[in-house]
């Protein structure tokens, strides 16, 4: 199992950045795949960016060119650089981790609201 707790979200105004951080309770290497899905009011949960463990990343093509995934190994943490913001992205943001034979782990969400 692993606990991911979320922080780095708020509300700014479009074309502003924000940085969300997920820290892992345990080492990164030990996940299949890390990253963020994000949920808007009356929408599914979509994927945003994800580490899988064969060391590629996986962008949403709404958010490709604006955001960018990082991970600290030493502080188990994983970061969602965003920039360029814009009032479609604004969402609850979830931190992801799956790991083969637990299935998929979720943080507690991040809100994002971007002002136009």
């Known amino acids: 199992q692993v606990q991911l707790v979320e922080s780095g979200g708020g509300l700014v105004q479009a074309g502003g950045s924000l940085r969300l951080s997920c820290a892992a309770s345990r080492s990164l290497f030990s996940m299949n795949s890390m990253g963020w899905y994000r949920q808007a009011p009356g929408k599914q949960r979509e994927l945003v960016a994800t580490f899988t463990g064969g060391g590629s990343t996986t962008y949403a093509d709404s958010v490709k060119g604006r955001f960018t995934l990082s991970t600290d190994n030493v502080k188990r943490t994983v970061y969602l650089q965003m920039n360029s913001l814009q009032p479609e992205d604004t969402a609850v943001y979830y931190c992801?981790?799956?790991?083969?034979?637990?299935?998929?782990?979720w943080g507690q969400g991040t809100q994002v609201t971007v002002s136009s």
């Open positions: 992801n981790a799956y790991i083969v034979g637990w299935g998929p782990h």
